[in-house]
């Protein structure tokens, strides 16, 4: 595949035009360097040079443009580029752009992501970027770069005006880089003599020397009939006086089109074809035939000394026709939706007046693939313009929102809306991008509010279900009483979509938890793991492994939410979604605990909050604490248990956590007989907010609080324990049976033996359950009856296919507790290896 691409590039290039440089390609030859950086000004060959030597290599190349300073583009570009030579799928780089918050803070990601593209390239392949100086405005994209060759198995070559940063001196005298500098890509005279068909330049005094080396020049004069140049003049003005001879050679309708397509950012056919009359054509193949226009796969490229030589021709003779061609070209690349070339158009020829309209209609692909240094810069070149750009005010707040600053996001939105009219299409993201704001800013009615507005003005309808779905998850952290209504509204507008089966699944499993019931919800959508894979937005699977693993875990099936928890890890690992991993391990901790492996539950814990107190991060330190005094119970020390709810963070984050974090904690105090405490912590409460698990808390609380006032416990643990094994409820029943044994002896009393029984059992509180007469069993309900636990998670996963380095990653092990774990299974089992322990696992 690379020999058919490297001999398309040789027979698209006039042989009359290739400057033959024996003694430049020697030099690359003997190099053995990984990396090699051709650095000079323009017209020193650098291209010609690399396109030359690479000829018969396979690689891939990457034409840099300003665009490139955009880490995210880069990304895209190489990672597409490199198909050329790979069979590489690039999908879960564009989810990666999708989901990510701002691609700049992810470069190792990234780089990570385009090397696996890189996977299966040959092991002397390159990778060639093209004018590099044109991304040295970005040190992301700089640092991508540095990054590719240590993760890829690929080289790479450089041609650039400037030394690239991590060129340091060190590593080209370490030989780790290979330079080749202006004073060896500039011609000698015997070079020059060859290129002007002359002998040692014999018959072209004082040109070479004149030109100082510079191979535009000489390549220039190589065309023209001229050998002979006027002495003393400078560099920049020779290589015009060569240009203006080759110039006035040809015919005029070449002229034309010429300087027509030096306004094009990308020479491509489609252009051609689109803005210029019949015959352009075979005007291209004249102009590439006479040297000034050079084939590079679908497009002709142009130097951009001999571009900037005729823009300055255009604008003398023909500036109004500047203005048109410039005007079209800018209307054609709107059509394509070539972005960064109507940028270019717009911003090289005065033209900023377009850009309000480019950042409209360019605005949500950008977001989408995560360019925000790009929308940056149209920001500040619209903010430069004479008029006022409300659509940049827009970007400007789609920006500050995924820059974290939600105040001036909303203050931006809303100040455009009021800037626009009431037909004006930009509307309708204004409202959502406020109501978003005021969503994370806690103030849920605005936002509710501008969601519904949103969803009124928008004609887009792939916006109004995300407002729809936006408005339910604002009402339900609000504790909205019509919650159940906002999700009935995007049910109505929903796709046929996995996507939003899988959200649709989300949702009521979260309505479960809160409020209806988790076993019901449970069983109602447990059909949602079988479809959850085909999901196309990592965001949504990971929502949603994090939301029914947690609904497992209340249910206190505890070894299917250390799954789920695994499934959550991985999509959040795959896809580096690294604020996705702490949720993840917080809810395997939780399920590790439920079901009493306590040393792997106090390790992930551990972990998490470490994280969570880190980086300020207030959701996962209430979570956190609550999880860990679940801990310190399990292990019998409730005063423990109280000093990790000792922490206040609670008051600032939003009241749903609070709500189950102080029913924790009012739980906890009533097993200490701090009866007082338990009291004003449960009037903390509030009533609005009580999710069913705070609720379950708080009543398992009064019920310690009877019991310790030797009040008839009985008559009063009987509604709640029927409310709670009817929700579903197993594991707030665990915890505050591991604070205060007593309730165990009341729920029988009660009438509830059948729930302890299985909520102690799912726990593996065998011993708990013994004490108080209960007949515990250890018999799960595969036909692997005599493994423990862990064991089934291991050899369920080792069935499925898993290495025992996965194995050992989803479950939070060492690979080789994962041996012994195997070990243990195939003694008891009495099979010899995972074959025939998958084996015995499928027929039973």
């Known amino acids: ?110 780089a990570d992501f385009v090397s696996q593209c890189f996977s299966t390239a040959p092991r002397d392949a390159w990778l060639a970027i093209d004018d590099y100086h044109l991304l040295m405005e970005s040190p992301a994209a700089e640092a991508f770069v540095a990054a590719l060759p240590l993760e890829a198995p690929v080289k790479l070559l450089i041609t650039t005006r400037r030394r690239p940063t991590w060129a340091t001196a060190r590593r080209i005298m370490y030989r780790e880089i290979y330079e080749i500098d202006r004073n060896e890509l500039a011609m000698d005279a015997e070079e020059a003599g060859k290129v002007l068909h002359q002998p040692s330049g014999a018959s072209a005094p004082g040109l070479v020397a004149l030109a100082d080396g510079w191979p535009a020049v000489i390549g220039m004069a190589s065309l023209t009939s001229y050998s002979v140049a006027p002495k003393h003049t400078l560099s920049d003005a020779l290589y015009d006086f060569f240009a203006e001879e080759l110039f006035n050679t040809v015919v005029p309708e070449t002229r034309d089109l010429l300087c027509r397509l030096a306004v094009l950012p990308t020479i491509k056919r489609a252009a051609c074809l689109d803005l210029f009359e019949e015959g352009a054509l075979d005007q291209l193949a004249t102009a590439e035939q006479l040297g000034l226009l050079n084939r590079a796969g679908p497009e002709w490229q142009m130097h951009p000394l001999l571009r900037k030589f005729l823009l300055r021709k255009f604008e003398e003779h023909d500036p109004e026709g500047l203005r048109v061609t410039a005007m079209a070209a800018f209307e054609h690349a709107m059509a394509e939706h070539g972005w960064d070339d109507a940028f270019s158009v717009s911003t090289n020829f005065g033209m900023a007046q377009l850009l309000d309209g480019l950042i409209r209609e360019a605005l949500g692909d950008l977001l989408s693939v995560g360019r925000l240094p790009t929308l940056r810069k149209w920001i500040d070149a619209a903010s430069g313009s004479p008029g006022p750009s409300t659509a940049a005010r827009i970007a400007e707040a789609e920006v500050a929102f995924r820059d974290g600053d939600h105040a001036r996001a909303e203050a931006l939105a809303s ?134 693993g947690w609904a497992l ?34 809810l395997a901790a939780l399920a590790a605990i439920g079901s009493r492996d306590l040393s792997e539950g106090q390790a992930l814990i551990e972990e998490v909050l470490g994280l969570a107190r880190q980086k300020g991060d207030a959701f996962l330190v209430v979570n956190g604490s609550a999880v860990f005094a679940r801990l310190h119970l399990a292990r019998g020390s409730r005063e423990e248990a109280a000093n990790a709810l000792a922490d206040e963070t609670w008051k600032s984050n939003r009241t749903a956590v ?33 999710h069913a698990e705070a609720q379950a808390f708080a009543e398992l609380a009064d019920i310690v609080l009877a019991t310790n006032a030797k009040r008839d416990a009985v008559e009063v643990a009987e509604g709640p324990l029927g409310r709670i094994r009817a929700l579903g409820l197993f594991d707030p029943f665990v915890v505050a049976c591991r604070a205060c044994p007593r309730l165990v002896e009341l729920a029988i009393r009660g009438g509830e033996i059948e729930f302890v029984t299985e909520a102690l059992t799912r726990s593996r509180d065998f011993d708990l359950g013994r004490q108080y007469g209960l007949q515990m069993h250890r018999v799960p309900s595969s036909g692997t009856s005599q493994l423990s636990a862990r064991e089934e998670e291991v050899l369920d996963l080792v069935a499925s296919g898993r290495t025992n380095a996965e194995v050992a990653r989803l479950l939070f092990i060492s690979p080789v507790t994962v041996k012994a774990h195997l070990r243990h299974i195939y003694e008891k089992l009495g099979v010899r290896n995972r074959v025939e322990a998958a084996t015995h696992l499928k027929r039973n």
């Open 1 to 110: 595949m690379a020999t058919r691409q490297a001999n398309s590039i040789r027979a698209a290039t006039p042989r009359r035009h290739i400057i033959e440089r024996p003694r430049l390609t020697r030099l690359l030859d003997e190099s053995e360097a990984p990396i090699i950086v051709l650095v000079a000004p323009a017209g020193y060959g650098k291209t010609t040079l690399a396109r030359q030597w690479l000829a018969d290599k396979p690689h891939v190349w990457h034409s840099a443009t300003p665009a490139s300073a955009d880490v995210a583009a880069l990304a895209a570009r190489v990672a597409d580029a490199a198909s050329a030579i790979t069979e590489s799928d690039q999908s879960s780089l564009d989810e990666l752009l999708h989901v990510s918050r701002d691609p700049e803070q992810e470069v190792e990601v990234l």
């Open 553 to 586: 875990a209340l249910n206190g099936r505890y070894s299917e939410a250390r799954r789920a928890a695994a499934s959550e890890l991985e999509e959040a690992r795959t896809y580096r979604l690294s604020f996705v991993e702490p949720h993840a391990k917080l």
């Open 658 to 690: 609070g709500a189950e974090y102080l029913g924790m904690r009012a739980l906890v105090f009533a097993s200490l007989g701090r009866t007082n405490d338990a009291q004003s912590t449960m009037a903390a409460l509030p009533k609005r907010a009580l």
């Open 415 to 548: 100040a455009a809306i009021e800037e626009l009219s009431d037909t004006d299409t930009l509307r309708a993201r204004g409202f959502f991008r406020v109501a978003q704001a005021a969503y994370f800013n806690e103030r849920y009615e605005t936002a509710l509010s501008n969601f519904e507005n949103c969803v009124q003005v928008s004609q887009d309808l792939d916006l109004q279900r995300e407002a729809r779905w936006a408005a339910f998850i604002a009402a339900l952290d609000s504790h909205h009483p019509e919650t159940t209504e906002y999700l009935e509204e995007f049910a109505r507008v929903r796709r046929p979509t996995v996507d939003d089966s899988v959200r649709m699944a989300n949702a009521h499993l979260v309505l479960g938890i809160r409020r209806d019931g988790v076993t019901q919800a449970l069983e109602a959508h447990a059909g949602a793991i079988h479809v959850v894979s085909r999901a196309s937005d990592p965001m949504i699977r990971t929502a949603f492994w994090n939301t029914y």
